[in-house]
């Protein structure tokens, strides 16, 4: 679940007896900041933890929707833990002018055939459906999950303690954050930190658990010819912008939801149909459409006084402010900050705000009940992956020959749970290479870049995201796997 993560492992025979025991590996597991971040109002610094009790916005992942078996099994235990939550019932769905949808869990995050029962499965009794409902769940955390990311890495620390598990936290303590990377003459890794210049390994094999440019380009560039095939794979995957508000409503905007897509207007029917989907065109503007009506600015909103906090419940005070995320479109934001770099956050104010109030059914921002107050504005450089490599991937980039594994949520789709299907993926390319023997180099048909059985290619297209429903693009862009990297003021 840590987005900026990395993993590295040694390993090791051990003889007990002189019977030989099977190979174990010593797990060193390197965390920085990431895309599960929360953050407070009342000007308080964007980088302090989030207090008990006190209002919080959820900055980037606004929830976690589970589909997967396994995934969804691990939510449940997190729950259990105090970590998170389900989200309530209608607490999640669309806006489409001004009429707010409820999303039915079990019908409207389908992604086609395979999520389809038997209705004479169902009929034998009730437990079909209530197995098909319980296959797709929203959870929220419990605090934010600036506050659910720290407490589970914790917890995730102990609990593997006794396995050869290493916990190396490389934030908010810097001197762990790994920068860079050297293979030694034995064909091992050495990862060096960025302060203090502390070497770790060496490592048989390393794990890389983010995608962004900024952050890949350097460490990779750091591992000299050994890690270019990695390098030129990950260059190829491409990312939206995004610009994020959180502001503040002296008084309750009473809307029945937790949390909303914005759908285009019905009624714009003289737009260009292909250009409001904001995902796969990437934010990119089309100058054949200058003269069409307006697009909407705003792809999702989140009311963040709608959450639980850290003991898990939730404050219904009709008369404390509301605390609201609005997250942009690709192409405002694009359009915006390439043209304004300096005044973006003046235009967004301004057409958020007026989109926002629009989405609630009112005229105009002035119809919204008080004042407001702007806690922060900022543009997002890769916010959200656009394209994951060239089927099969298997889930994960694995480079036996170079000891390099990458995983994350641009090879399964933009979500957490991708996230987490992602790595589990490594970790099996990774485990049944090591197990099975396969220490040859990579043949003509296991290229660099690929799971251990199969071909990506550093020079192959990468591949769109799938996207199954139309509004499920709105889904994607919005909050699944947001990160704000790369901005303008040195955040996460």
Same mark, same amino acid.
């Given at each position: 679940?840590?987005?900026?993560?990395?993993?590295?492992?040694?390993?090791?025979?051990?003889?007990?007896?002189?019977?030989?025991?099977?190979?174990?590996?010593?797990?060193?597991?390197?965390?920085?900041?990431?895309?599960?971040?929360?953050?407070?109002?009342? %000007?308080?610094?964007?980088?302090? &933890?989030? /207090?008990? #009790?006190?209002? =919080?916005?959820?900055?980037? $992942?606004?929830?976690?929707?589970?589909?997967?078996?396994?995934?969804?099994?691990?939510?449940?235990?997190?729950?259990?833990?105090?970590?998170?939550?389900?989200?309530?019932?209608?607490?999640?769905?669309?806006?489409?002018?001004?009429?707010?949808?409820?999303?039915?869990?079990?019908?409207?995050?389908?992604?086609?055939?395979?999520?389809?029962?038997?209705?004479?499965?169902?009929?034998?009794?009730?437990?079909?459906?209530?197995?098909?409902?319980?296959?797709?769940?929203?959870?929220?955390?419990?605090?934010?999950?600036?506050?659910?990311?720290?407490?589970?890495?914790?917890?995730?620390?102990?609990?593997?303690?006794?396995?050869?598990?290493?916990?190396?936290?490389?934030?908010?303590?810097?001197?762990?954050?790994?920068?860079?990377?050297?293979?030694?003459?034995? %064909?091992?890794?050495?990862?060096? &930190?960025? /302060?203090? #210049?502390?070497? =770790?390994?060496?490592?048989? $094999?390393?794990?890389?658990?983010?995608?962004?440019?900024?952050?890949?380009?350097?460490?990779?560039?750091?591992?000299?010819?050994?890690?270019?095939?990695?390098?030129?794979?990950?260059?190829?995957?491409?990312?939206?912008?995004?610009?994020?508000?959180?502001?503040?409503?002296?008084?309750?905007?009473?809307?029945?939801?937790?949390?909303?897509?914005?759908?285009?207007?019905?009624?714009?029917?003289?737009?260009?149909?292909?250009?409001?989907?904001?995902?796969?065109?990437?934010?990119?503007?089309?100058?054949?459409?200058?003269?069409?009506?307006?697009?909407?600015?705003?792809?999702?909103?989140?009311?963040?006084?709608?959450?639980?906090?850290?003991?898990?419940?939730?404050?219904?005070?009709?008369?404390?402010?509301?605390?609201?995320?609005?997250?942009?479109?690709?192409?405002?934001?694009?359009?915006?900050?390439?043209?304004?770099?300096?005044? =973006?956050?003046?235009?967004?104010?301004?057409?958020?705000?007026?989109?926002?109030?629009?989405?609630?059914?009112?005229?105009?921002?002035?119809?919204?009940?008080?004042?407001?107050?702007?806690?922060?504005?900022?543009?997002?450089?890769?916010?959200?992956?656009?394209?994951?490599?060239?089927?099969?991937?298997?889930?994960?980039?694995?480079?036996?020959?170079?000891?390099?594994?990458?995983?994350?949520?641009?090879?399964?789709?933009?979500?957490?749970?991708?996230?987490?299907?992602?790595?589990?993926?490594?970790?099996?390319?990774?485990?049944?290479?090591?197990?099975?023997?396969?220490?040859?180099?990579?043949?003509?048909?296991?290229?660099?870049?690929?799971?251990?059985?199969?071909?990506?290619?550093?020079?192959?297209?990468?591949?769109?995201?799938?996207?199954?429903?139309?509004?499920?693009?709105?889904?994607?862009?919005?909050?699944?796997?947001?990160?704000?990297?790369?901005?303008?003021?040195?955040?996460?």
């Amino acid at each position: 679940s840590s987005s900026s993560s990395s993993s590295s492992s040694s390993l090791s025979n051990n003889n007990n007896s002189g019977t030989k025991q099977q190979n174990r590996a010593e797990i060193s597991w390197f965390t920085t900041r990431g895309k599960l971040a929360t953050q407070m109002g009342g %000007g308080s610094s964007h980088m302090a &933890a989030p /207090k008990p #009790g006190v209002p =919080y916005y959820d900055y980037g $992942v606004q929830y976690i929707l589970g589909t997967d078996g396994a995934f969804l099994r691990d939510l449940e235990r997190w729950s259990s833990l105090g970590l998170c939550q389900p989200l309530g019932p209608s607490q999640l769905g669309a806006v489409t002018d001004g009429q707010y949808r409820p999303f039915a869990m079990a019908m409207d995050m389908g992604t086609g055939p395979k999520d389809q029962k038997d209705p004479k499965e169902e009929e034998k009794s009730g437990e079909g459906r209530q197995q098909q409902q319980r296959q797709r769940q929203a959870y929220v955390a419990n605090g934010g999950f600036g506050v659910f990311r720290p407490r589970l890495i914790e917890h995730t620390a102990r609990e593997l303690r006794s396995r050869g598990v290493a916990w190396i936290p490389g934030f908010p303590d810097q001197r762990a954050k790994i920068t860079s990377m050297r293979k030694r003459a034995d %064909g091992r890794w050495e990862l060096r &930190a960025e /302060k203090g #210049g502390k070497v =770790y390994g060496p490592f048989d $094999v390393v794990v890389g658990g983010f995608s962004q440019h900024c952050l890949t380009d350097p460490l990779l560039m750091s591992g000299g010819r050994d890690a270019e095939r990695m390098l030129q794979c990950l260059r190829r995957v491409e990312f939206n912008q995004l610009v994020v508000m959180q502001v503040e409503f002296q008084s309750a905007v009473a809307a029945p939801f937790t949390m909303a897509y914005i759908n285009p207007s019905r009624h714009n029917d003289d737009r260009d149909t292909n250009n409001t989907n904001t995902n796969d065109n990437k934010g990119k503007n089309d100058k054949s459409n200058q003269g069409a009506q307006k697009q909407p600015s705003i792809c999702f909103i989140s009311n963040n006084s709608k959450k639980p906090h850290q003991d898990g419940k939730v404050k219904h005070d009709p008369n404390a402010p509301e605390l609201w995320t609005i997250v942009s479109t690709a192409e405002f934001a694009e359009i915006n900050f390439q043209t304004n770099p300096r005044g =973006y956050r003046k235009i967004a104010e301004k057409e958020m705000l007026e989109d926002f109030a629009k989405a609630l059914g009112k005229r105009s921002v002035r119809d919204l009940p008080g004042p407001y107050k702007i806690n922060r504005i900022n543009h997002w450089e890769d916010a959200v992956p656009m394209t994951m490599p060239p089927p099969p991937s298997n889930g994960c980039l694995f480079d036996p020959q170079a000891g390099l594994a990458w995983c994350g949520d641009f090879c399964v789709a933009r979500s957490v749970e991708g996230a987490a299907l992602s790595g589990r993926a490594a970790a099996e390319a990774i485990s049944s290479h090591i197990l099975n023997g396969e220490n040859a180099a990579p043949s003509s048909k296991q290229t660099a870049c690929s799971s251990t059985h199969a071909s990506a290619s550093p020079a192959a297209p990468y591949a769109p995201l799938p996207s199954d429903q139309r509004w499920l693009t709105h889904i994607d862009a919005a909050t699944v796997n947001n990160n704000n990297n790369n901005n303008n003021d040195g955040d996460d």
